[in-house]
């Protein structure tokens, strides 16, 4: 003999605002890093010594972008945009332990460079949050 009781409505909605409400253990607040034009490229310069993790490189007003399959093709491609336009914007984006440097040029491309030892970059760039 069973003597559970289905659960009512107002149970299960309970059960569903604990859920969406109930904070989420281990998952920390990004961190942003406001990053100049001209320390984002003195950044990239060095940027192998920080353990790139992956690039992406999403240029709109090309196709080149599509056909580079390695890291070190696709940094080479973000070093020759970011010489040739206008950076309108560029953050080191930090949270849950993972490093992202995010690059916006003129509305067409968005440079993605996830790095592994972002805390030694900080440090050594003197980076401020933002």
Known sequence: MNNRQEPTEDAEERAKTFRTK?????????VIYPLTPEKVLSILDV??????ISVDVDNAASILDDM??????????ARRILDNGNVDKAVLVVRDRG???????????????AIKDYSMLIEDFALNQG
């Not at 940027?47 to 790139?52: A, H, L, P, S």
């Not at 490093?99 to 460079?113: C, L, Q, S, Y």
Request: net charge negative.
């Open 68 to 77: 580079l399959y390695s890291n070190a093709e696709k940094l080479q491609y």
């Open 99 to 113: 490093g992202v440097i995010v690059i916006k040029m003129e509305n067409v491309v968005e440079i993605r460079v």
């Open 47 to 52: 940027i192998e010594d920080y353990g790139v």
């Open 22 to 30: 109930a904070p989420l253990v281990g998952v920390m607040e990004p």
